[in-house]
């Protein structure tokens, strides 16, 4: 069974500031995806940014850009030029290729700072 | 386009109580996805239809817990009877497309607090 790991319960940055939070993951999969989930307060999820485990350029949207380490099973986020708007929780998830189950780490809780 | 709606958005109940929560999917999403969100932890899928049957319900505690898409559009997920660890945000969620492009859209969610 694949499992996602973020080990940051909490994290705090400074308004403009980059932020980059963690994730692991375990599996025997070869073929899979990755994304981060951002869920603002009181707000419903959505999609941030995602990755082919089979593309090595790392995957980048805007001011979100992620570090896709496969031999290590590490997926971190990078938000550069952090906005009061991006205080949310977000959440690392897996997907095996061929399934269009979402394994969810418990989430990181970001709070952006003025 | 209008977006993945959940009703209610509140809930309280008394254990042993029966609960049921609504969800109406984007319109022409096939594959419709329920989930539970436990206060401090990442969603935890239920049930997945695809159109009207059951893709995968491996982590659904069938003694209490059903969930329909009759005409393979709006669901409805049921708790009979509540208990107090059914305490959390139950989030459905439609998708679009396949593979890599696969795209989960969530609702807002249906916060249930049994007591």
């Known amino acids: 069974a694949q499992t996602v790991t973020q080990s940051q319960p909490e994290m705090s940055v400074q308004e403009a500031e980059t932020v980059t939070l963690s994730c692991t993951y375990d599996?025997?999969?070869?073929?899979?995806?990755l994304f981060w989930y951002k869920q603002p307060p009181s707000r419903q999820m959505i999609l941030v940014i995602r990755?082919?485990?089979?593309?090595?350029q790392n995957a980048t949207e805007n001011r979100f850009s992620v570090n896709f380490q496969k031999a290590a099973k590490s997926f971190s986020l990078k938000i550069s030029d952090s906005q009061l708007g991006d205080t949310a929780m977000y959440f690392c998830?897996?997907?095996?290729?061929?399934?269009?189950?979402?394994?969810f780490g418990k989430g990181t809780k970001l709070t952006v700072n003025p | 386009e209008a977006g993945v709606a959940q009703s209610p958005r509140y809930k309280i109940i008394e254990k042993r109580q029966s609960v049921a929560f609504w969800c109406n999917p984007i319109?022409?999403?096939?594959?419709l996805y329920w989930y539970q969100q436990i206060l401090g932890q990442g969603p935890k899928l239920l049930i997945q239809?695809?159109?009207?049957?059951?893709?995968?319900d491996s982590q659904l505690p069938k003694d209490r817990f059903s969930a329909e898409r009759l005409k393979g559009v709006d669901s409805t997920l049921k708790i009979q009877p509540a208990k107090l660890e059914d305490s959390a945000v139950y989030l459905c969620?439609?998708?679009?497309?396949?593979?890599?492009?696969?795209?989960?859209?969530f609702g807002p969610g249906t916060r249930l607090l049994v007591l």
């Open positions: 319109s022409g999403h096939a594959t």
């Open positions: 998830a897996f997907r095996a290729g061929g399934s269009e189950k979402l394994v």
């Open positions: 239809f695809q159109n009207n049957g059951v893709v995968d």
């Open positions: 990755q082919e485990a089979y593309k090595q």
């Open positions: 599996t025997s999969e070869n073929n899979y995806y």
């Open positions: 969620a439609s998708s679009v497309g396949q593979g890599y492009q696969e795209t989960q859209y």
